[in-house]
């Protein structure tokens, strides 16, 4: 069984850890965890890992946020990974910072990532893990809000929703979405 499991983020210095980026910094965490090497190809950074008889191909798109759907369309076809074996792991505002929500489909609720990805692979019909960072910003800051760094507290309490999204990962590989969402979802 193979997987295609993406992060979506910005590639960059000045955006590495920012809330936009919680994708990369999972699938990074994900990585180290595997010892897996990252390496730079088409449109994106890719690993594989091995769980339990699975290969999951890990990916940050390095195309920015809002043409994501670029490389997840091309790995989608170019390792015959069909669309419900692809989860999407993506920041969302709507959340409480800390808590998880994995969804088999849904609306892109104005992420442009997620609708650059809807329109390239034909639909919403896809999973995905929202991580939650919040809305703590004044009305129209949005943009500033997801592209700027996380707090102190947030980014001590990172490592603890990281590991959570981490085996919700795992668990959709393995137990399915379905066992995954009723076990782990907040």
């Known amino acids: 069984?193979?997987?295609?499991?993406?992060?979506?983020?910005?590639?960059?210095?000045?955006?590495?850890?920012?809330?936009?980026?919680?994708?990369?910094?999972t699938l990074?965490?994900?990585?180290?965890?595997?010892?897996?090497?990252?390496?730079?190809?088409r449109l994106a950074f890719k690993t594989e890992i091995k769980y339990k008889g699975r290969t999951l191909h890990l990916i940050k798109p390095t195309t920015y946020m809002n043409l994501s759907g670029k490389a997840v369309n091309y790995w989608m076809?170019?390792?015959?990974?069909p669309k419900e074996n692809v989860l999407v792991i993506v920041d969302e505002v709507a959340i409480p910072f800390g808590k998880l929500r994995m969804r088999g489909k849904g609306s892109a609720a104005g992420h442009?990532?997620?609708?650059?990805i809807e329109a390239l692979t034909g639909g919403q019909d896809y999973p995905r893990l929202r991580m939650g960072i919040g809305d703590n910003f004044p009305k129209g800051r949005q943009v500033d809000y997801v592209l700027g760094r996380f707090t102190q507290q947030e980014f001590d309490e990172l490592p603890i929703m990281m590991d959570k999204a981490i085996e919700m990962i795992l668990g959709f590989c393995?137990?399915?979405?379905?066992?995954?969402?009723?076990?782990f979802n907040d």
Request: a positive charge; hydrophobic letters at 35%.
């Open 28 to 41: 990074d965490r994900l990585a180290d965890k595997q010892n897996a090497t990252w390496k730079s190809d």
């Open 112 to 116: 442009n990532g997620l609708k650059n």
């Open 1 to 25: 069984m193979k997987y295609l499991i993406v992060g979506l983020g910005n590639i960059g210095p000045e955006y590495e850890l920012t809330r936009h980026n919680i994708g990369f910094l």
């Open 174 to 183: 393995t137990i399915g979405i379905a066992q995954t969402m009723t076990q």
């Open 77 to 81: 076809k170019e390792l015959n990974i």
